[in-house]
């Protein structure tokens, strides 16, 4: 066995022991997201991104911010199954909540981009998002508009201050901050015992026990973090529906969309999906890729059916629910933006 099977051999052994808070599986989200060598934090760069987040100018007709189908002032997205964007068009997939996506090592939901930067890059100019024509035209809008070329030579200095590069920078550099560290879970990971109710106790107990920790684990119960067993642009995919054929497949059209098959034309991507992040996942109805179901509890209920096999019961699905809760945890304060006048 190589050392890296025989280590996640022995964690998944402590799985089954009481001894959660000595989980390395989960963990509290770390206060710092990894941030590239070729992209540093900086607050200038950072309010900058904060205001062309806000701003409906990088978008075709002037009518979308990314705010709009991302709202950080509730918990990240826009409640839709799925959204309208800039041109009217809607797109097939459910916008996901930013908030902690800096601690993921691949984008989208088949995991087609391999930095925030690229999903942004490609966002821009997306048909069913921003709408914009092309790179050029989302630079020259930039141009046009008082004030954004100084702020741009402010926060990147000499070289290219404005380009469509440092577009998708200063807008990657603002949602590295959308993190919500503090949550009951990450206090009770910590070592407070009672910063989660009996029954969340229970909820997480047999969130292991049923099965959903062996793709939902680590950091944002997604999967491996960057650093650790994967690196910048690897993915953790799972098959969804792993079970399939089921009621549910067809009642919620699960298998309508295979996935990563449409990135990689591979067989064995056919209905591969990353594993997506749980935290705040309370607050993020509808769910799954297509948005089509509308509760917690139905959502947990259908991972029994679709990715278990099995049938969880009414009281499993509370105590999940009750667990699934206290990973929400406490969200940076947002106001809106001062924007350029012209
Ligand atoms: C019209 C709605 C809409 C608008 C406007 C929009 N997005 Fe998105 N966003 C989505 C959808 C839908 C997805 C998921 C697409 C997929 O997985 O195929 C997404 C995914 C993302 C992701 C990847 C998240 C993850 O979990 O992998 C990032 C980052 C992102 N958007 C940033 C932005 C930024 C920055 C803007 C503004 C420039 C923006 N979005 C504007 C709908 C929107
Ligand atoms: C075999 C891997 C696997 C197992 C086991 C699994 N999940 Fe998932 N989970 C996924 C994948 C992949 C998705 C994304 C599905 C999609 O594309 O819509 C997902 C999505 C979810 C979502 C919706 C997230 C959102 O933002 O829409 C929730 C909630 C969830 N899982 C909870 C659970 C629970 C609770 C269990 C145990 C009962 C569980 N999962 C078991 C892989 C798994």
Redesign the pocket.
């Known amino acids: 066995m190589s050392r890296l099977l025989t280590i996640v051999a022995s964690s998944l052994m402590l799985f089954s022991t009481a001894a959660h808070a000595a989980f390395e599986p989960f963990q509290p989200l770390p206060a710092m997201p990894p941030i590239p060598s070729d992209n540093p934090q900086t607050s200038a760069k950072i309010e900058l991104g904060k205001q ?2 806000f701003d409906k100018r ?2 075709a007709t002037y009518t ?3 705010n ?3 709202n950080v002032m509730s918990a990240g997205d ?1 409640g839709k199954a ?5 041109l009217g068009l809607k ?1 097939t ?4 909540t ?1 908030y902690n ?1 800096a601690y ?1 090592t691949v ?4 995991g087609r ?1 391999a930095s ?1 930067e690229d ?2 890059k490609e ?2 100019v997306s048909p ?3 709408g914009m024509k092309d790179k050029r035209a989302v630079v020259e809008r930039l141009w046009n508009t008082a004030d954004y070329p100084q702020r741009f030579a402010d926060a990147f200095g000499k070289g290219v201050p404005l380009s469509y590069e440092t577009i998708a920078q200063a ?1 990657a550099s603002y ?1 590295r901050t959308l993190r919500t560290p503090d949550s009951d879970f990450d206090r009770y990971l910590r070592g407070d015992k009672n910063a989660i109710s009996k029954q969340a106790k229970r909820g997480f107990d047999e969130f292991i026990e049923v099965g959903c920790a062996s793709c939902h684990f680590w950091v944002n119960l997604s999967g491996p973090v960057p650093g650790l067993a994967f690196q910048m642009g690897e993915g953790f995919y799972e098959l969804f529906p792993n079970y399939p054929g089921t009621k549910d497949e067809a009642r919620y059209q699960l298998a309508d969309d295979i996935g990563r098959y449409y990135v990689t034309k591979d067989e064995t991507d056919r209905r591969m999906w990353r594993v ?2 749980l935290r705040n996942v309370a607050l993020t109805a509808p769910y799954f ?1 297509n948005g089509q179901v509308k509760t917690l509890e139905e959502a947990i209920r259908v991972m029994g059916t679709t990715q278990l096999g099995k049938t969880l019961s009414r009281e499993q699905l509370a105590d999940i629910a009750a667990f699934l809760h206290t990973v929400s945890g406490r969200f940076p304060e947002q106001r809106f933006p001062k924007l350029p006048s012209n």
Do not use: K, N
């Open positions: 062309l987040y990088l978008s979308v911010s990314c709009g189908c991302h826009d799925v959204s309208r964007g800039a797109g997939r459910s916008a996901p930013l996506v993921q984008y989208f939901w088949d981009a925030i999903a942004i966002h821009l069913t998002e921003m807008l949602i997506p992040v890729h």
